[in-house]
DNA sequence: GACGTAGTATATCAAATTGATATATAGCAA
DNA sequence: TTGCTATATATCAATTTGATATACTACGTC
């Protein structure tokens, strides 16, 4: 699946600008399960346009630039019910964190401990966001299941990182600072 | 991170050829965290070939290819304890499934159930591979946390998959042919 | 015995994608 | 007034993917 049927997804649900569609991967909804650069989105987005698979509404705003709103067409909507009928890749998991932590013994203490920190914040990051949509979810739905589902793996690494804390030689919980931020 | 360091770490512990190493990311040991090409693989060895940070020895083998068998040098060992001392990028997950799942009202029931099932068979595969590696790791070893660390998230999803089945309309458990397999 | 398929092994390349950077404007803080 | 953050579009070199080519063995099957 690449970038151009990944936009029309998200296009499928509300008109976005690229810059939106960035921060939708980034931080949204769709952060815990898709990857996208500007890089992509934006020629993705022309190609459409010149596809008629997508169209735009110009809004000047006062005082910030251009807005390029991008609305799904009604052939941008055959396209994607095409593309939703094929056989999914198989997913695709790439951790740096747990590269590094395969070499531990290697490592000064101090940045295993920082890296592991890191890695703790942003699972937490993580799972902060994917509880703040919860709410706004109708049971049953197809957002619904994919919440749950990164619900339940980011849970799971969470609570085997707290869980391995003393095999690898690391302090107990750093009395949770995230608290104070 | 870049390939050339990604094969700098598997030929940390041991050498391989090229094709090994594909063959690590792709069913062995590391292939639920890593991902790499061959078109990738074969020039990140080239190079460091000739950066010193790897050396050959070509064995001709009988009635195979001539095989390359790449060991790192301790100029490369220098270079991947450096790599392992930058701060890892944050994970990325990929999952068309998921994306998929998203729309799981605007797909034939037979196509979600089609779907639902291969990922439930990718899932449980990753498990089996996950759990044959386990029993050859020293406890606290990196190996053993990241072995952990894959079993925890890989079983949260299966059980996730499992309890979700009815919210989506399908239909029990297909009586394990798996076992019939 | 020919034919297809799977496994071992290296290698290349067009196309897709990343990650960084450039440009521009507003608001806020030091 | 200098720097930082946010909004917003866009480009591009470098990296990476995914497909394909080549070549030989082995195994099944028709």
Chains 1, 2 share one sequence.
Do not use: W
Request: glycine share 8%.
């Amino acid at each position: 699946m690449n970038v151009r049927t990944l936009c029309l997804g998200i296009l499928a649900f509300d008109e976005a600008s690229g810059y939106e569609i960035k921060k939708a991967v980034e931080d949204g909804m769709f952060s815990h399960f898709i990857e996208a650069s500007y890089g992509s989105i934006y020629p993705a987005l022309t190609q459409m346009l010149a596809d008629g698979l997508v169209s735009v509404r110009e809004q000047a705003q006062e005082g910030k630039p251009l807005k390029k709103a991008y609305s799904i067409t009604e052939a941008g909507r055959r396209a994607l019910k095409n593309s939703l009928h094929e056989l999914p890749q198989q997913d695709k998991f790439k951790s740096e964190f747990l590269f590094q932590a395969l070499f531990r013994d290697q490592v000064d203490p101090q940045h295993l401990e920082a890296v592991f920190n890191g890695q703790m914040e942003y699972l937490c990051d993580e799972l902060a966001t994917i509880e703040e949509c919860r709410q706004s979810l109708e049971p049953g739905s197809g957002h619904a299941f994919v919440n749950g589902y990164g619900h339940a793996v980011v849970s799971a690494a969470i609570q085997y990182m707290e869980e391995s804390r003393s095999s690898l030689g690391l302090p107990r919980k750093p009395i949770s600072s995230d608290a104070a931020e």
